[in-house]
């Protein structure tokens, strides 16, 4: 049981749980019954709040949710009116918690409710935030090893600790989570934004269940997008990356003119190797159209921002959400 020396907010709060929904209407029903038969077991029945985040899905979910929420007083509804990805999702979740802590999990009943409260017991201790490590991830061979993958980048282009997974299961202190959305830009990232604040984080080790009903929704395709946003949005490594390979091909272009002339020099009769040529020159051309790629991505993703794309847009809420529409009208 979480000790009640927690400090409550002004709402009475301890707890935010903020989930993303995305095609799983059929799970939400037997995932709030565990949050909420788990919540009873810490004493925070009645000191917590359940967000849930249709990410504008395009089943039943916010049905469901609406629902939900009209049995449940402590689950409020959010509805985006496009789908704007799961980080997105969360980030129009946490401009909404009253809670001290705060609670990211997905929404497959992966994520075991019953980790809660080992999170937060390691929150009260001091630490910023919690991770929780998978000791048996549920997951496809290819998310396994494109999780190898992004973990290897994480600690190049972010600073990763060694030794820490960037799981979507975490627990974080309401200040963090307070500088974490006063970012605005449209390619939000959770766990860049964390290490970008602080390095007071500890993990907890969980069991991964397997998904309640369905599959994962995350493709090949959406994970590499996941990870260019990680690369592109949060560090400049990819720049530099492209500046080494330019004066790494610069000297080899200097080396091989030298190899050629001397070459020539020396055996005149010696025709000039055809295929030696067009291969240098298209492994040349394929580099420099990748890293003007690059930097075309980083200069896309600035002109949109400048041009104030969203990072969401909520259409509907299942409560009137006093505290940002106070905020909307001091800006006014």
Request: hydrophobic share 45%; aromatic share 12%.
């Amino acid at each position: 049981m979480i000790k009640q020396s927690s400090k409550v907010s002004d709402s009475g709060c301890v707890l935010s749980i903020v989930i993303p929904v995305y095609q799983s209407a059929v799970i939400l029903p037997e995932l709030v019954k565990q949050i909420h038969a788990e919540m009873k077991k810490e004493g925070l029945a009645d000191n917590f709040e359940l967000l849930l985040i249709s990410d504008a899905s395009p089943d039943s979910s916010w049905q469901v949710i609406r629902s939900l929420a009209d049995s449940h007083a402590f689950i409020k509804g959010i509805l985006l009116r496009r789908n704007f990805g799961q980080h997105n999702a969360i980030m129009a979740g946490l401009n909404y918690v009253n809670g001290n802590f705060i609670v990211l999990m997905d929404d497959d009943l992966q994520h075991p409710p019953d980790a809660i409260g080992d999170m937060l017991r390691e929150l009260n201790k001091g630490f910023d935030v919690c991770y929780t490590n998978y000791l048996n991830r549920q997951h496809a061979t290819w998310k396994k090893l494109g999780s190898q993958f992004n973990d290897w980048m994480a600690s190049h282009l972010l600073g990763k600790p060694k030794g820490l997974y960037l799981s979507s299961f975490k627990g974080l202190r309401r200040e963090i989570v307070q500088e974490i959305i006063r970012y605005d830009g449209p390619y939000a990232y959770i766990d860049g934004l964390i290490l970008d604040i602080t390095r007071s984080i500890t993990t907890i080790d969980i069991e991964h269940g397997a998904r309640h009903e369905g599959e994962g929704n995350y493709t090949f395709v959406r994970s590499f997008g996941l990870w260019l946003k990680m690369a592109t949005s949060f560090s400049v490594w990819p720049l530099r990356m492209a500046m080494f390979s330019g004066f790494a091909l610069a000297i080899f272009s200097m080396i091989m003119i030298v190899f050629v002339i001397v070459e020539k020099l020396l055996y005149p009769e010696v025709q000039a190797g055809w295929a030696s040529l067009i291969a240098t020159v298209l492994f040349i051309g394929g580099v420099q159209i990748l890293f003007i790629g690059i930097i075309g991505e980083y200069l896309g993703r600035a002109y949109l921002k400048l041009n104030q794309k969203p990072q969401f847009v909520v259409g509907q809420t299942t409560w009137k959400p006093k505290e940002l529409l106070r905020r909307f009208n001091n800006d006014k």
